[in-house]
């Protein structure tokens, strides 16, 4: 009930916005975690194949998310979301139809880039429509955005009982309305000249060594945060013996995220700098892996009791990792538009996301290698790997918070208006 009435205080812009995106991640989870076994069972592709289908769509998000921040800041918001609706339904549409290598690349390019295109416009809109409530509002979006997450492979799982491409088909159709409706109810607003050119304002962001910082700083963020899909779910597995215990974790957290996340962001967001409260989010998504490092190694247990006992240090970094996240996610994405102009919004989120994710996918290497080298007798190797990650992330965090060099609520002033030494060490980091 919290949730809706904080829901009602928002303008009717941002309601349809978090409506949409709990649309767009039911669509999405409906079908991307089933692709590959579609892919390998379904169509008999090998495993290289299935690797490069998936891997293009995640090219075609990842590299392209700058272009679509930018087309956010130079077209409008609006219409970039739209575009990435519509370009999803085609892409998912396309899933569904086709068999042929070919088309199977070319719906991976379209729902990448539907990404690319809608994913930092949606966040600049919001950013923009929430002025001091960004915190609140991103906090919303979060839980609509874990919300579709737990619904999506629900449906799907049930839709796969008649068979793939119903599947694809309903993602493809809520996609579809999705589209409808932003183009229908969306507000339109006008766009804030940016002045200059398209390159010049890669040059302004990028020059920004402070941001660049920041984005690197949040690897370990987006890191754990994939953990939530790969190594908690392959401990719970692996310490109870069951492929549904994987299915525990994601919900046991997504309902502590419903619970909690508004509230988290409400009782801290007067309290402290941001990058206070974003270093302790990640000192917790690294102790979250402390728990499950303790007992990895042990076989499964046997019987329900045991089963759920060797269940518990997995449930626990489950829940410190998604506490971590529901007190930084927030506060990061409310500190992104304050690094400069207004203008370039979108692009400073398309480039956090393409920064973050590059680093992220490193990362991901590195705890993939872990895994694969503690299962010949060093299970605690990858937990520990997780650990280290935040703690860096956090140390990371700490130190720009020493510099100054991240702004808190509005955007940085130029640096020939500061005085003493904090303009000092924020031009220390920016120039």
């Excluded at 994601?250 to 419903?258: E, H, I, P, Y």
Aim: proline share 5%; charged share 15%; aromatic share 8%.
């Amino acid at each position: 009930m919290k949730t809706w009435r904080e829901l009602r205080g928002f303008p009717f812009a941002i309601r349809l916005l978090l409506l949409n995106q709990l649309g767009v991640n039911t669509g999405f989870y409906l079908l991307v975690p089933y692709l590959a076994t579609h892919l390998g069972e379904d169509l008999g592709m090998s495993a290289a194949v299935v690797g490069i289908v998936l891997g293009v769509r995640n090219l075609s998000q990842q590299g392209l998310f700058i272009l679509g921040g930018s087309a956010a800041d130079r077209l409008g918001a609006r219409g970039v979301i739209i575009a990435g609706c519509g370009l999803r339904t085609v892409g998912f549409a396309l899933f569904a139809l086709g068999d042929g290598l070919p088309v199977l690349i070319a719906a991976s390019v379209l729902s990448g880039l539907a990404g690319a295109l809608f994913n930092p416009a949606v966040r600049a809109y919001l950013a923009r429509e929430a002025g001091d409530r960004k915190a609140e509002a991103f906090a919303l979006f979060n839980v609509f955005a874990t919300t579709g997450a737990l619904l999506g492979p629900l449906l799907g799982s049930a839709l796969l009982l008649v068979d793939f491409r119903a599947s694809a088909l309903t993602a493809a159709g809520i996609f579809a309305v999705l589209t409808v409706a932003q183009a229908l109810v969306l507000p339109a607003r006008e766009t804030p000249p940016a002045g200059g050119s398209v390159l010049g304002d890669w040059r302004e962001v990028l020059g920004d060594r402070a941001f660049l910082a920041f984005s690197l700083a949040m690897t370990g963020m987006f890191t754990l945060e994939n953990q939530l899909y790969l190594l908690l779910p392959d401990g719970a597995r692996r310490a109870t013996g069951w492929e549904g215990a994987a299915g525990v974790v994601f919900l046991t957290g997504t309902l502590a995220n419903l619970a909690l996340q508004l509230r988290i962001t409400r009782a801290l967001k007067d309290r402290g700098r941001r990058t206070v409260w974003i270093g302790c989010g990640l000192a917790l998504m690294a102790l979250a892996f402390l728990p499950p490092l303790l007992t990895a190694g042990e076989p499964a247990a046997e019987g329900t009791g045991g089963a759920a006992l060797a269940l518990l240090p997995v449930l626990a970094g489950a829940l410190l990792l998604y506490l971590g996240l529901m007190v930084a996610q927030p506060f990061v994405m409310e500190l992104i538009p304050a690094f400069g102009r207004p203008e370039l919004t979108g692009t400073r989120f398309g480039i956090f996301y393409v920064t973050s994710g590059i680093a992220a996918a490193l990362g991901n290497t590195l705890v993939g290698w872990a895994m694969d080298t503690g299962r010949s007798g060093a299970a605690w190797l990858p937990w520990a790997c997780c650990a280290v990650l935040g703690l860096l992330s956090a140390a990371g965090v700490g130190w720009l918070h020493r510099l100054r060099a991240v702004p808190e609520h509005q955007p940085p002033r130029p640096v020939a208006a500061v005085g003493g030494d904090t303009g000092r060490q924020r031009d220390e980091v920016t120039t």
